[in-house]
């Protein structure tokens, strides 16, 4: 089947350190990569994208390579912030037959302390 | 350019009861997805409209459902309500869901509360 995997939160970093939370995905097809952001409180919010192996998404300093030789899209970014703290969702679409939905890992929390 | 609005935000209803959801999307979008997000199970895909047809259906009972109307706002409709539908759902619009590299824009959600 199609299966999203993040590594497991809490992530706690002190705000500048580096940033890597893991994500690999099993797919029948070849898959859009996604990676969301939720806020406390909020909806999700894109926070980048890749559509094809080799592709790099990147947005507000954060970055993360469609690697199709290792099913994976781990996100990274070089040096946190406070305002980064959120939960990261990584997320596969297929487009086949028909077949049009996100498909989320579980989700990692990442607390950013000053 | 408004986003995805979701009415209402917040709900409480009793065992038992039906609630309906709403979702506008954005202006121009023609696909509308919904979301059903818990701390157990995490985001999971109820459905998806386009140009008001059912595409594509999650695993969930019958007794979830949805519809979309002509302007492309979206509905979804919970009947006999029981604890476990409690949770955040989430409505996402786009473009054409048929383009590869199409983005979802998801509203705030609707957290229901079944007491």
């Known amino acids: 089947g199609n299966s999203v995997t993040q590594m497991e939160g809490p992530v706690t970093l002190s705000e500048e350190a580096f940033l890597t939370i893991n994500c690999t995905y099993t797919a029948t097809g070849y898959p859009s990569l996604f990676w969301y952001v939720q806020y406390p409180g909020e909806g999700l919010q894109l926070l980048l994208k890749?559509?094809?192996?080799?592709d790099k998404g990147s947005n507000k300093g954060f970055e993360a390579t469609y690697r199709k030789e290792t099913t994976s899209f781990h996100l990274e970014k070089g040096s946190v912030q406070v305002s980064d703290s959120a939960v990261y969702f990584c997320a596969l679409r297929l487009l086949s037959g028909g077949y049009n939905k996100l498909i989320f890992g579980a989700g990692t929390r990442l607390a950013v302390h000053p | 350019k408004a986003g995805v609005t979701q009415t209402p935000r917040y709900l409480i209803k009793t065992r038992g009861q039906q609630v309906t959801l709403s979702c506008s999307p954005i202006s121009g979008h023609r696909s509308v997805s919904w979301y059903q997000q818990t701390p157990g199970q995490g985001l999971q895909f109820l459905f998806e409209?386009?140009?008001?047809?059912?595409?594509n259906k999650g695993n969930f009972p019958g007794r979830f459902s949805g519809r979309q109307f002509s302007n492309s706002r979206s509905e979804m409709n919970v009947s006999t309500l029981e604890l476990g539908d409690s949770a955040l759902y989430l409505c996402?619009?786009?473009?054409?869901?048929?383009?590869?590299?199409?983005?979802?824009?998801f509203g705030q959600g609707t957290r229901l509360t079944v007491v």
């Open positions: 890749a559509t094809k192996a080799d």
């Open positions: 996402a619009s786009s473009l054409d869901s048929g383009v590869r590299d199409t983005e979802a824009f």
């Open positions: 409209y386009f140009s008001e047809t059912q595409r």
